[in-house]
């Protein structure tokens, strides 16, 4: 009954590769967005769709490509990773701007880039 | 968005309340006071929210002052488990705009 679960919870890989995260949330949320937490813990903001519109689209490289197939799902794809890249990503969800109930987020995705 | 201050770090004694200032003068009149902790190596958790009068739920208490300027969390017996990274976050909640995250104050509930 998880609500916003994200896949895999690790990620380790070589400079160069490609790779895709996956989230998913069950909270019927019209909005979806993607952070990311560098090894100094500030969290920025990368992306965020609003019933599978692009709405924010934060400065980073083009290498990261966000695709939201419906609704309930927001997919971080990551080509020619690099050093920099190693972080911790969070999805999250949210209704209504978050205005309620705030925003809820996923477990987050811990990506070494080795 | 308006920008918050919070202090860095703060202890608090397990079993006493931990309270938690953050100052936002620069708040304007649609703007609500989010907080939201991180415990470590979690995600976010949404804590609380309010725009004038003071909130309450299970986890914690909204303190906001009559002039909105500053604000208070407070969580009235704090446990280890408390132990995180609390941001406050003024904004207008939008489905274009943003949540931001500053820095937070790191609280440390000692036993």
């Known amino acids: 009954d998880t609500a916003v679960s994200q896949t895999p919870k690790y990620l380790v890989t070589q400079m160069g590769n490609d790779k895709s995260i996956k989230c998913e949330q069950n909270?019927?949320?019209?909005?979806m967005y993607w952070y990311k937490q560098d090894s100094k813990k500030f969290l920025k903001i990368m992306f965020s769709?609003?019933?599978?519109?692009?709405?924010i689209n934060e400065t980073v490289p083009n290498r990261f490509s966000p695709k939201s197939p419906d609704k309930a799902h927001l997919n971080l794809h990551i080509n020619s990773l690099e050093l920099g890249d190693s972080a911790v990503y969070f999805c999250?969800?949210?209704?209504?701007?978050?205005?309620?109930?705030?925003?809820?987020f996923g477990s987050g995705t811990r990506l070494t880039v080795v | 968005d308006a920008k918050t201050t919070q202090p860095p770090s703060m202890d608090c004694a397990e079993g006493r309340a931990a309270n938690l200032p953050c100052n936002h003068s620069?708040?304007?009149?649609?703007?609500?006071v989010y907080w939201y902790r991180q415990i470590h190596s979690q995600g976010p958790q949404y804590i609380i929210h309010?725009?004038?009068n003071n909130e309450t739920n299970e986890m914690a208490s909204l303190i906001i002052t009559e002039d909105r300027k500053s604000s208070t969390l407070i969580l009235p017996h704090a446990t280890l488990r408390d132990t995180a990274v609390y941001y406050c976050i003024v904004r207008v909640p939008s489905n274009t705009g943003k949540l931001i995250f500053g820095q937070g104050t790191t609280l440390q509930v000692k036993p």
């Open positions: 999250a969800s949210s209704q209504n701007g978050g205005g309620n109930y705030g925003y809820t």
């Open positions: 309010g725009l004038k």
């Open positions: 769709y609003n019933n599978k519109e692009l709405i």
């Open positions: 909270l019927g949320h019209d909005t």
């Open positions: 620069t708040i304007s009149g649609n703007e609500y």
